[in-house]
Protein backbone atom coordinates (compact mmCIF):
# COMPACT_ATOMS: atom_id res chain seq x y z
CA UNK A 1 0.00 0.00 0.00
CA UNK A 2 2.03 3.14 -1.18
CA UNK A 3 1.99 6.44 0.98
CA UNK A 4 0.25 9.29 0.25
CA UNK A 5 2.61 12.57 0.12
CA UNK A 6 1.39 15.71 1.61
CA UNK A 7 4.56 17.81 0.11
CA UNK A 8 3.99 21.52 0.35
CA UNK A 9 3.52 23.53 -2.99
CA UNK A 10 7.10 25.43 -3.54
CA UNK A 11 6.44 29.28 -4.74
CA UNK A 12 9.28 31.58 -5.48
CA UNK A 13 8.59 35.49 -5.40
CA UNK A 14 10.06 37.48 -7.72
CA UNK A 15 10.24 41.56 -7.68
CA UNK A 16 12.61 44.27 -7.59
CA UNK A 17 10.65 46.05 -5.03
CA UNK A 18 10.96 44.81 -1.33
CA UNK A 19 7.96 45.71 -0.34
CA UNK A 20 6.26 44.41 -3.45
CA UNK A 21 7.41 40.71 -2.39
CA UNK A 22 6.54 41.32 1.26
CA UNK A 23 3.12 41.71 0.03
CA UNK A 24 2.62 38.36 -1.65
CA UNK A 25 4.71 36.61 1.59
CA UNK A 26 1.93 38.34 3.44
CA UNK A 27 -0.64 36.81 1.23
CA UNK A 28 1.05 33.57 0.86
CA UNK A 29 1.56 32.78 4.71
CA UNK A 30 -2.12 32.40 5.32
CA UNK A 31 -1.39 29.19 3.34
CA UNK A 32 0.54 26.45 5.10
CA UNK A 33 0.16 24.17 2.51
CA UNK A 34 2.93 26.93 0.58
CA UNK A 35 6.16 26.66 1.16
CA UNK A 36 7.93 29.75 -0.54
CA UNK A 37 11.64 28.63 -1.07
CA UNK A 38 12.91 32.11 -2.08
CA UNK A 39 12.92 35.26 -3.21
CA UNK A 40 14.73 37.15 -6.10
CA UNK A 41 15.09 41.03 -7.07
CA UNK A 42 16.12 40.54 -10.55
CA UNK A 43 15.77 38.66 -13.43
CA UNK A 44 18.85 37.12 -13.74
CA UNK A 45 18.59 35.95 -9.73
CA UNK A 46 15.45 34.48 -10.98
CA UNK A 47 16.09 32.43 -14.13
CA UNK A 48 19.19 30.85 -11.41
CA UNK A 49 16.49 30.00 -8.60
CA UNK A 50 14.12 28.63 -10.73
CA UNK A 51 16.46 26.27 -12.52
CA UNK A 52 17.98 25.44 -8.70
CA UNK A 53 14.48 25.31 -7.08
CA UNK A 54 12.22 23.89 -9.26
CA UNK A 55 9.27 25.67 -7.38
CA UNK A 56 5.78 24.72 -8.10
CA UNK A 57 4.71 27.88 -8.67
CA UNK A 58 5.92 31.74 -9.40
CA UNK A 59 4.83 35.16 -8.79
CA UNK A 60 6.66 36.98 -11.53
CA UNK A 61 7.19 40.96 -11.63
CA UNK A 62 7.72 42.08 -15.20
CA UNK A 63 9.43 45.24 -15.24
CA UNK A 64 12.79 44.39 -13.52
CA UNK A 65 16.86 45.06 -13.78
CA UNK A 66 18.52 42.64 -15.77
CA UNK A 67 16.25 40.26 -17.52
CA UNK A 68 12.33 41.74 -17.86
CA UNK A 69 9.74 38.65 -16.53
CA UNK A 70 9.02 37.75 -20.09
CA UNK A 71 12.48 37.25 -20.58
CA UNK A 72 12.88 35.24 -17.40
CA UNK A 73 10.43 32.32 -18.97
CA UNK A 74 12.08 32.83 -22.54
CA UNK A 75 15.97 31.73 -20.67
CA UNK A 76 14.22 28.66 -19.29
CA UNK A 77 13.45 25.19 -20.91
CA UNK A 78 9.70 23.80 -20.95
CA UNK A 79 10.62 21.67 -18.46
CA UNK A 80 12.03 24.21 -15.93
CA UNK A 81 9.44 26.83 -16.46
CA UNK A 82 6.62 26.95 -13.55
CA UNK A 83 2.94 28.35 -12.87
CA UNK A 84 3.20 31.59 -13.42
CA UNK A 85 1.21 34.37 -11.80
CA UNK A 86 2.48 38.35 -13.07
CA UNK A 87 2.56 40.75 -10.89
CA UNK A 88 2.78 44.55 -11.97
CA UNK A 89 1.48 47.67 -11.71
CA UNK A 90 0.82 47.98 -15.52
CA UNK A 91 -1.56 46.27 -17.85
CA UNK A 92 -0.36 46.97 -21.16
CA UNK A 93 1.70 43.49 -20.73
CA UNK A 94 -2.28 41.96 -20.46
CA UNK A 95 -2.21 40.40 -23.85
CA UNK A 96 1.83 39.20 -23.84
CA UNK A 97 1.16 37.22 -20.30
CA UNK A 98 -1.96 34.95 -21.29
CA UNK A 99 0.14 34.38 -24.74
CA UNK A 100 2.74 33.00 -22.44
CA UNK A 101 0.59 30.88 -20.53
CA UNK A 102 0.48 32.78 -17.37
CA UNK A 103 -2.15 31.22 -14.48
CA UNK A 104 -3.52 35.10 -13.62
CA UNK A 105 -1.98 38.65 -14.02
CA UNK A 106 -2.56 40.45 -10.95
CA UNK A 107 -2.51 44.46 -10.96
CA UNK A 108 -0.85 46.26 -8.12
CA UNK A 109 -2.38 47.41 -5.93
CA UNK A 110 -4.16 43.89 -4.88
CA UNK A 111 -6.77 43.16 -2.08
CA UNK A 112 -6.87 39.69 -0.08
CA UNK A 113 -9.72 38.71 -2.90
CA UNK A 114 -8.04 39.15 -5.64
CA UNK A 115 -5.04 37.82 -4.36
CA UNK A 116 -6.97 34.37 -3.54
CA UNK A 117 -8.66 34.05 -6.94
CA UNK A 118 -5.21 34.37 -8.66
CA UNK A 119 -3.81 31.68 -6.56
CA UNK A 120 -7.10 29.42 -6.58
CA UNK A 121 -5.97 29.64 -10.87
CA UNK A 122 -2.65 29.25 -10.55
CA UNK A 123 -3.46 25.56 -8.26
CA UNK A 124 -5.37 24.44 -11.18
CA UNK A 125 -2.89 24.75 -13.35
CA UNK A 126 -0.63 22.91 -11.07
CA UNK A 127 -3.24 20.36 -10.54
CA UNK A 128 -3.41 20.23 -14.26
CA UNK A 129 -0.03 19.63 -15.12
CA UNK A 130 0.32 17.10 -12.14
CA UNK A 131 -2.45 14.46 -14.42
CA UNK A 132 -1.00 12.23 -16.76
CA UNK A 133 -2.44 13.32 -19.80
CA UNK A 134 -0.75 17.18 -19.00
CA UNK A 135 2.45 15.03 -18.61
CA UNK A 136 1.69 13.46 -21.87
CA UNK A 137 0.86 17.03 -23.71
CA UNK A 138 3.85 18.72 -21.92
CA UNK A 139 5.76 15.83 -23.29
CA UNK A 140 4.69 15.93 -26.85
CA UNK A 141 5.35 19.90 -26.91
CA UNK A 142 8.59 19.89 -25.56
CA UNK A 143 10.13 17.57 -28.46
CA UNK A 144 9.03 19.96 -30.78
CA UNK A 145 10.69 23.15 -29.01
CA UNK A 146 13.89 23.15 -28.22
CA UNK A 147 15.82 25.50 -26.60
CA UNK A 148 17.31 28.28 -28.70
CA UNK A 149 19.29 30.43 -25.88
CA UNK A 150 21.22 29.49 -22.83
CA UNK A 151 20.86 32.12 -19.81
CA UNK A 152 24.47 32.16 -18.63
CA UNK A 153 26.97 34.80 -16.68
CA UNK A 154 30.56 36.10 -17.63
CA UNK A 155 31.86 38.51 -14.63
CA UNK A 156 28.94 40.56 -13.60
CA UNK A 157 27.05 40.45 -16.22
CA UNK A 158 23.75 38.31 -17.38
CA UNK A 159 23.78 36.77 -21.04
CA UNK A 160 20.95 34.77 -23.05
CA UNK A 161 23.68 32.72 -24.82
CA UNK A 162 22.29 32.21 -28.80
CA UNK A 163 22.67 28.03 -29.17
CA UNK A 164 23.78 28.11 -32.63
CA UNK A 165 26.85 29.91 -31.16
CA UNK A 166 27.83 27.50 -28.46
CA UNK A 167 30.94 24.79 -29.28
CA UNK A 168 30.60 22.73 -26.27
CA UNK A 169 29.35 22.41 -23.13
CA UNK A 170 31.85 21.05 -19.61
CA UNK A 171 30.53 19.99 -16.58
CA UNK A 172 32.31 21.84 -13.26
CA UNK A 173 30.75 21.17 -10.04
CA UNK A 174 27.21 22.27 -9.85
CA UNK A 175 27.37 24.78 -13.11
CA UNK A 176 28.50 24.14 -16.87
CA UNK A 177 30.89 26.11 -18.20
CA UNK A 178 29.53 27.21 -21.78
CA UNK A 179 31.83 27.50 -24.94
CA UNK A 180 30.79 29.69 -27.32
CA UNK A 181 32.38 31.41 -30.44
CA UNK A 182 32.36 34.77 -27.81
CA UNK A 183 34.38 32.86 -24.83
CA UNK A 184 33.51 31.31 -21.96
CA UNK A 185 30.56 31.46 -19.68
CA UNK A 186 29.00 30.15 -16.33
CA UNK A 187 25.39 28.06 -16.36
CA UNK A 188 23.51 27.45 -13.13
CA UNK A 189 22.54 24.20 -14.60
CA UNK A 190 23.68 20.46 -14.18
CA UNK A 191 25.05 19.08 -17.53
CA UNK A 192 22.15 16.70 -17.77
CA UNK A 193 19.57 19.50 -17.71
CA UNK A 194 21.42 21.65 -20.22
CA UNK A 195 22.07 18.65 -22.79
CA UNK A 196 18.02 17.57 -22.58
CA UNK A 197 17.00 21.42 -23.88
CA UNK A 198 19.68 20.80 -27.18
CA UNK A 199 18.98 19.28 -30.36
CA UNK A 200 20.58 15.70 -30.37
CA UNK A 201 20.81 16.08 -34.11
CA UNK A 202 23.31 19.06 -32.91
CA UNK A 203 24.83 18.16 -29.92
CA UNK A 204 26.80 14.47 -28.91
CA UNK A 205 27.48 13.81 -25.18
CA UNK A 206 31.02 12.23 -25.11
CA UNK A 207 31.48 12.02 -21.54
CA UNK A 208 30.43 12.54 -18.45
CA UNK A 209 31.69 16.18 -18.25
CA UNK A 210 31.14 16.99 -21.90
CA UNK A 211 28.61 17.48 -24.79
CA UNK A 212 30.00 18.89 -27.97
CA UNK A 213 28.74 20.37 -30.74
CA UNK A 214 28.67 17.99 -33.94
CA UNK A 215 29.74 20.29 -36.71
CA UNK A 216 32.69 21.99 -34.35
CA UNK A 217 34.41 18.83 -33.97
CA UNK A 218 37.47 19.12 -36.10
CA UNK A 219 39.49 15.51 -36.04
CA UNK A 220 38.88 12.72 -34.02
CA UNK A 221 41.77 10.70 -32.63
CA UNK A 222 42.40 6.93 -32.04
CA UNK A 223 44.95 6.83 -29.49
CA UNK A 224 47.84 3.91 -28.96
CA UNK A 225 46.04 2.70 -25.94
CA UNK A 226 42.59 1.84 -27.89
CA UNK A 227 40.96 5.08 -26.39
CA UNK A 228 39.63 8.06 -28.67
CA UNK A 229 39.71 11.98 -28.13
CA UNK A 230 37.96 14.36 -30.24
CA UNK A 231 39.85 17.97 -31.08
CA UNK A 232 37.15 20.79 -31.14
CA UNK A 233 37.58 23.76 -33.98
CA UNK A 234 38.59 26.27 -31.38
CA UNK A 235 41.36 23.97 -30.13
CA UNK A 236 40.30 21.93 -27.10
CA UNK A 237 41.12 18.43 -27.09
CA UNK A 238 38.46 16.43 -25.00
CA UNK A 239 38.36 12.53 -24.06
CA UNK A 240 35.64 10.18 -25.24
CA UNK A 241 34.68 7.58 -22.33
CA UNK A 242 34.60 4.33 -23.08
CA UNK A 243 31.09 3.70 -22.53
CA UNK A 244 30.00 6.75 -25.53
CA UNK A 245 32.93 5.53 -28.06
CA UNK A 246 30.59 3.45 -30.09
CA UNK A 247 27.62 6.11 -30.57
CA UNK A 248 30.88 9.10 -31.02
CA UNK A 249 32.00 7.04 -33.71
CA UNK A 250 28.88 6.46 -35.43
CA UNK A 251 27.93 9.95 -35.15
CA UNK A 252 30.85 11.59 -36.47
CA UNK A 253 31.43 8.98 -39.41
CA UNK A 254 34.70 7.91 -37.69
CA UNK A 255 33.88 3.80 -37.49
Do not use: C, W
Amino acid sequence: MSEERHAALRALVIDDERLARAEVMRHLARHPEIEVVAEAADGASAVEKIAELAPDVVFLDIQMPELDGFEVLQALSDDERPVVVFVTAYDEFALRAFEANAADYLLKPFDAERFEAALARALVHIRDRSSSLGALLDDVAYRGRRATRIAARRGQQFHLLDVAEVERLEASRNYVLVHTTDGEFLARATLAALEKRLNPDAFLRIHRSHVVRIDAVSVVERLASGDISVKMRAGSELPVARGHRQAVLLRLGAR
